[in-house]
């Protein structure tokens, strides 16, 4: 019997759907809680050929939630371990992990091979930087993050508004599942729903996911959803940008102590605390480049600045993903 004959008996999917999901190429950044439910999903459905990037290796404490690894894989590379368990799932399909960080260039070289790219990274520097990429492409990106008890998943760019038409401004929060910590099920259920919106974007059902977003809320088990397809695109965006990207040209600003990062991210990059951003002398014409960890710190002390510095700003962060 073929494999997939109980999706095929839909009348959404059939011959034609199933052809389509063979022939389908998705790129997946993160192999983290989110990749979780959602490789195995893809993989279990046919998806052609799938590509997972992720630095990390799996530790005892991802192991709550990112139930595609087991203890023995504790200190394997991430992208690796999830490939194989995809590869397990499906032979028929093409699997390949690939253990490295997004950056500005690899996004482009990876994203103008695939038809799809889901976001399960976990990183404000990773979901802007890919969608970004995505819009610049015309790609349709599935993005998701969850924290705590609750969290959204959303599809932009392909068609609809991007990351930033929906979420403009610098997130609030500083937190991170790292810090403030996040239950198995509820990244189960994003990536799941992650899921879904990439094969509903695959087989070209309707409506289409992109330009929508559902929030899930766990404490109530509770659920909300709208459109955002008016949602127009930010005049101004703050780029992120690889150390690498940087010249002698720039204005570098690190913003980290030396506590945190004895080693500024390049070394021509003056230290500046936040709070110290006005003793930055103007300089027309110059790019002004804004480092920290994740990214944040750097996009709100560009919200601030923005009016002072005509240049160029862009952003670097240490980790995107």
Same mark, same amino acid.
């Given at each position: *019997? ?15 759907g199933?052809?389509r999901?063979a ?5 997946v ?12 999903l ?6 052609g050929?799938?590509?997972? *990037?992720?630095p990390d290796?799996v530790?005892l ?5 990112q ?9 394997r590379?991430?992208?690796?371990v ?7 799932i ?16 690899n996004v ?5 091979k695939v038809?799809? %790219? ?15 990429a995505?819009?610049?492409?015309g790609?349709?990106l599935?993005?998701?993050?969850a924290?705590?008890m ?6 932009v760019?392909?068609g609809a508004?991007?990351?930033?038409a929906?979420f ?8 991170t599942?790292?810090?403030a ?14 899921a879904?919106?990439a094969l ?6 309707s ?9 899930f809320?766990?404490a ?13 695109e ?18 570098? %600003? ?7 990062a ?15 951003l ?12 804004l ?21 160029? %700003? ?8």
């Amino acid at each position: *019997m073929n494999r997939y004959a109980r999706q095929m008996i839909l009348p959404e999917v059939g011959q034609g759907g199933q052809d389509r999901l063979a022939a389908a190429r998705v790129l997946v950044v993160g192999a983290g809680g989110l990749a979780a439910p959602l490789l195995p999903l893809l993989a279990g459905a046919g998806v052609g050929a799938i590509t997972i *990037m992720d630095p990390d290796t799996v530790e005892l404490t991802n192991l709550h939630r990112q139930t595609l690894f087991t203890e023995s894989d504790c200190g394997r590379p991430k992208a690796e371990v999830a490939a194989e368990r995809c590869r397990a799932i499906n032979s028929e399909g093409v699997h390949h992990g690939t253990n490295r960080s997004i950056t500005p260039e690899n996004v482009v070289q990876n994203g103008q091979k695939v038809d799809l %790219i889901l976001d399960c990274a976990d990183s404000y520097a990773a979901s802007y930087l890919l969608s970004d990429a995505c819009l610049a492409l015309g790609k349709p990106l599935i993005t998701a993050s969850a924290l705590g008890m609750s969290g959204y998943v959303a599809g932009v760019c392909g068609g609809a508004p991007s990351l930033r038409a929906l979420f403009p401004d610098a997130p609030d929060g500083t937190a991170t599942c790292a810090t403030a910590g996040v239950l198995g099920p509820v990244v189960g259920i994003l990536g799941s729903m992650q899921a879904q919106m990439a094969l509903s974007v695959l087989l070209g059902l309707s409506p289409s996911p992109l330009g929508q977003l559902v929030q899930f809320d766990a404490a109530t088990l509770r659920s909300t959803s709208f459109r955002f397809d008016e949602a127009h695109e930010p005049q101004r965006v703050f780029s992120f940008v690889s150390p690498s990207d940087l010249t002698g040209e720039d204005t570098i %600003i690190e913003l980290r102590d030396t506590v945190e990062a004895p080693v500024p991210l390049h070394p021509k990059a003056q230290r500046l605390a936040p709070a110290d951003l006005t003793k930055i002398e103007t300089n027309r014409g110059k790019r002004l480049a804004l480092c920290c960890a994740t990214g944040l710190r750097a996009w709100r002390a560009a919200e601030e600045i923005s009016t002072r510095w005509p240049g160029e %700003i862009v952003l670097v962060a240490a980790r995107t993903s």
